[in-house]
């Protein structure tokens, strides 16, 4: 059983541009957490889903970020118009009911 | 507003010794708390869990211990292995656990042979 898989590990855009980043869950899991990472810090909770359901997003900026779970394919978090305060490192989890797995993260780079 | 905090940035055992990490939290209403741990350029890897109806959970080498009435949690690891150097983040949920994770800042742990 393949763990949780993210992509790309690596995304460098510049100011302005648009972030997408993928979260492949666990075989088997419904519910996804999208966390963010900045430097010398712990995990944010940024957004909870569940398959074509946002359950929690309480972690998520207003403006600029979005992210969805549909029926088929990875989830997906969006960042529209990146700014140098968005990079880090942006990690998801996945669950079936209870411990959150987490994959390796994407590292976003903004120049 | 912090409301799970490692106070120890770092910490350096000897291997065969105990190595102790800490956590307090301010949310009384967390009941779900775990330990993760994490190498470079990966992700967290959980370790081991409590739920607040407890006040311990042992695994292998790795025993949680919970003290409600003054919000604190720690992680002991006996014996201490140089492959357990790592960053240890402690995390609580307020939605038992499948609610969203608040995370310390980490303690950087080094096991010295």
């Known amino acids: 059983n393949a763990g949780v898989m993210q992509n790309p590990r690596h995304l460098v855009r510049r100011r302005g541009q648009e972030a997408r980043l993928r979260c492949s869950p666990m075989k088997g899991h419904s519910h996804v957490y999208w966390y963010r990472q900045l430097p010398e810090e712990g995990l944010k909770f940024m957004v909870y889903l569940q398959k074509e359901n946002i359950i929690d997003e309480s972690g998520m900026p207003k403006e600029r970020f979005s992210a969805e779970f549909p029926k088929e394919g990875p989830s997906i978090l969006r960042i529209q118009q990146v700014v140098r305060g968005d990079s880090a490192a942006y990690f998801c989890?996945?669950?079936?009911?209870?411990?959150?797995?987490f994959g390796p993260g994407t590292r976003l780079t903004v120049l | 507003d912090q409301q799970v905090k490692q106070n120890s940035p770092s910490l350096s055992v000897q291997e065969g010794r105990i190595s102790i990490l800490n956590c307090d939290y301010t949310?009384?209403?967390?009941?779900?708390f775990l330990w993760y741990k994490k190498y470079p350029a990966e992700g967290p890897t959980f370790l081991i869990s409590i739920s607040s109806i407890k006040d311990k959970n042992e695994d292998g080498r790795f025993t949680v211990f919970l003290n409600k009435s003054a919000k604190h949690l720690s992680l002991h690891i006996v014996p201490s292995q140089p492959g357990d150097s790592a960053v240890y983040f402690c995390?609580?949920?307020?939605?038992?656990?499948?609610?969203?994770?608040?995370f310390g800042k980490g303690t950087k742990l080094s096991v010295k042979p």
């Open positions: 949310n009384s209403m967390f009941d779900y």
């Open positions: 995390a609580a949920s307020a939605g038992g656990s499948q609610g969203n994770l608040i």
């Open positions: 989890a996945s669950s079936p009911e209870a411990e959150q797995f």
